[in-house]
């Protein structure tokens, strides 16, 4: 993060922006097996159905978000739906002398970058505790989708 200057009764003072993680935690979790046992039985070529979003909201701290993190996984194989496993991932984090810019960007961010490993970590323990082969997720530039949402809302205020 960056420094701010802010004027104090005509005194220049310098501060430091702070960025601070409380808590990282699952906040819902989901996993089902829709085709029940017949999915174990036959060649296994799994095609994956990756759904990501994230979200925000301020926490009565002035200073503290929560944010969410939600990944849907729906795996098939030869046609057939084998799991789906539906997570949220969220975190408090506390922002404190940063601007609104900064701000944003940490929440859209900054902070999902801190929770995907957490998420991916969670994803493949349940499916293998499911009974399928582990599955890592690829790993996700959360930047390039702040930076395309930032884009997408700019051409929206435009047209």
Same mark, same amino acid.
């Given at each position: 993060?960056?420094?701010?200057?802010?004027?104090?009764? #005509?005194?220049?003072?310098t501060?430091?922006?702070?960025?601070?993680?409380?808590? =990282?935690?699952?906040?819902? *979790?989901?996993?089902?097996? +829709?085709? #029940?046992?017949?999915?174990?039985?036959?060649?296994w070529? +799994? $095609?994956? $159905?990756?759904?990501?979003?994230?979200?925000s $909201?301020? *926490? @009565?701290?002035?200073? @503290?978000?929560?944010?969410?993190l939600k =990944?849907?996984?729906?795996?098939?194989?030869?046609?057939?739906?084998?799991?789906? =496993? /539906?997570? /949220?991932?969220? #975190?408090?984090? %506390?922002?404190k002398?940063v601007?609104?810019?900064?701000? !944003?960007?940490? *929440? #859209?961010a900054f %902070?999902? $970058?801190i929770?995907? +490993?957490?998420? !991916?970590?969670?994803? @493949?323990?349940?499916? %293998?505790?499911?009974?399928?082969?582990q *599955?890592?997720l690829?790993?996700?530039?959360? /930047? =390039?989708?702040?930076?395309q949402?930032?884009?997408? !809302?700019?051409?929206?205020?435009?047209d």
């Open positions: 993060m960056t420094k701010k200057t802010v004027q104090d009764q #005509g005194q220049q003072q501060t430091d922006a702070n960025f601070q993680i409380h808590k =990282i935690y699952v906040k819902d *979790l989901s996993f089902e097996i +829709p085709s #029940g046992s017949e999915v174990f039985h036959g060649d070529k +799994p $095609n994956l $159905n990756l759904h990501v979003h994230t979200s $909201n301020a *926490l @009565s701290d002035e200073n @503290s978000h929560e944010v969410v =990944i849907k996984c729906e795996v098939t194989s030869n046609d057939k739906e084998c799991f789906v =496993i /539906e997570l /949220e991932q969220a #975190g408090i984090f %506390s922002l002398n601007t609104d810019e900064q701000l !944003r960007h940490a *929440l #859209g %902070s999902p $970058n929770l995907y +490993p957490y998420a !991916r970590e969670v994803i @493949s323990e349940i499916v %293998s505790k499911g009974g399928f082969p *599955l890592a690829a790993p996700i530039d959360f /930047e =390039i989708m702040y930076q949402e930032m884009e997408k !809302r700019a051409t929206a205020k435009t």
